[in-house]
């Protein structure tokens, strides 16, 4: 059996609709509901915006332990006349998983095609445009438009295989989750839980969840374990919640594991409004982190980074081969390489230079010296550590008339 992430990769599970346009004249007769938790009074004109534009095949479930909010809510669903939403109160504990489990919870075997949304607000100031980032992230890959829900609705029906569909994972300048380790600690209390529900599914440390943010369109039937469990409010940590390790946590990672017990796949979807956006972030942070790793490691085109590997594996194989070793050069080659064999452990004898015009005898740390200077012995190393390939072959034809073989080129 593979990893949910695996699956979404080898099938290409992942869908860009349009935001406006439908697949097909496809009309709702099934069962369909939008359930959404929202706490956070002062967005509420926000998400309102997003929910009072679904049609009126579908059924919406606001549910909510701000009494202010049902309030505001009752006010605008009487303004609008619209009968086919109903407001739930819950208790202050659980948040947007306890609302889902527990205030709605057995409802949903009414229903074939099931939404869950909720509202999100940034803990740190600095977090502010990455939440609202990934605010816009879920609703509109969700519910952007009516176009888009019935887009949705168009994939599950002409792909009986997948039972959960999933936003992509949040990008922002603060959030690392959108590339790797979003188990953060909350593996081993997924493992646990999956345990519990009885779920014969791929959980790997290594490979991150797919799901973050427990926002997701799903068959229903794809959940069923999940909900067959007598979930109660006492189940969850009270408030504060902490930020990580509850099982409301493990909850938010497990419905991909829940639905491929269920022997359904999971897929990612967007529109193409935020498709857009999401590509130009991505561009911009991949763009910063090369210039980044060239600065640091010489890594600068996806070709070096897929060959970095390698490369610093070998260096380190001649580094232990060797008594003494010594990289030669002092410019930014020599820095990169200096850098990469410290962050294995493995520290130079010194830098070798043809001739020294620094003014230092020291280079990072090391010891700098002029290759007049440099007695060369059988159980020495040398690393040529050059970026100019011209500069290289001068090297190389210094080190031959010296009788010196025994080198490598970094």
Not at 22 to 34: F, S
Not at 53 to 82: F, M, V
Not at 244 to 259: C, K, L, Q, Y
């Amino acid at each position: 059996m593979k990893n949910v992430q695996e699956i979404i990769i080898e099938k290409n599970l992942e869908f860009i609709l349009p935001r406006y346009k439908l697949y097909n004249n496809m009309t709702i007769e099934v069962k369909t509901a939008v359930v959404v938790h929202l706490y956070y009074l002062d967005k509420f004109n926000d998400y309102w915006d997003y929910l009072k534009n679904i049609c009126y095949e579908i059924d919406i479930y606001l549910i909510s332990s701000n009494p202010d909010l049902l309030k505001r809510a009752e006010e605008q669903k009487n303004a609008l006349n619209k009968s086919n939403i109903y407001l739930i109160k819950k208790e202050n504990r659980g948040r947007d998983i306890s609302a889902l489990l527990v205030a709605f919870g057995k409802k949903i075997y009414e229903y074939e095609y099931t939404c869950f949304i909720h509202d999100k607000k940034e803990k740190f100031v600095k977090h502010k445009q990455d939440i609202l980032f990934w605010n816009e992230n879920l609703w509109e890959n969700m519910i952007g438009s009516d176009e888009h829900i019935k887009n949705i609705l168009y994939i599950f029906e002409n792909n009986p295989n997948i039972g959960l569909l999933v936003p992509p994972k949040p990008s922002g300048d603060h959030i690392r989750s959108d590339f790797r380790d979003s188990w953060g600690p909350n593996y081993n209390n997924t493992v646990r839980l999956a345990e519990e529900l009885g779920l014969n599914c791929q959980f790997d440390s290594e490979i991150s969840p797919v799901a973050l943010g427990s926002v997701f369109w799903c068959r229903t039937s794809a959940l069923y374990k999940l909900f067959e469990r007598e979930w109660v409010y006492e189940d969850f940590t009270p408030e504060p919640l902490p930020i990580d390790g509850t099982i409301s946590h493990a909850i938010e990672r497990i419905f991909p594991f829940v639905a491929q017990d269920a022997g359904f796949d999971t897929g990612i979807v967007m529109n193409e409004y935020y498709a857009a956006k999401y590509q130009h972030n991505l561009i911009r942070n991949m763009s910063k982190i090369f210039d980044i790793l060239d600065s640091v490691l010489g890594i600068s085109s996806k070709v070096k980074f897929w060959e970095y590997e390698a490369k610093i594996e070998k260096v380190c194989e001649y580094f232990d081969q060797h008594e003494n070793t010594y990289i030669y050069g002092a410019g930014k080659g020599s820095k990169q390489c200096l850098k990469a064999l410290q962050l294995n452990g493995k520290i130079p004898k010194g830098a070798i230079i043809t001739k020294n015009t620094l003014g230092t005898k020291d280079y990072l740390g090391i010891p700098l010296i002029e290759l007049n200077d440099y007695e060369h012995k059988e159980q020495n190393g040398i690393i040529i550590s050059i970026i100019n390939e011209a500069y290289i072959n001068e090297v190389v034809e210094i080190l031959s008339e010296r009788n010196i073989k025994d080198y490598i080129i970094y």
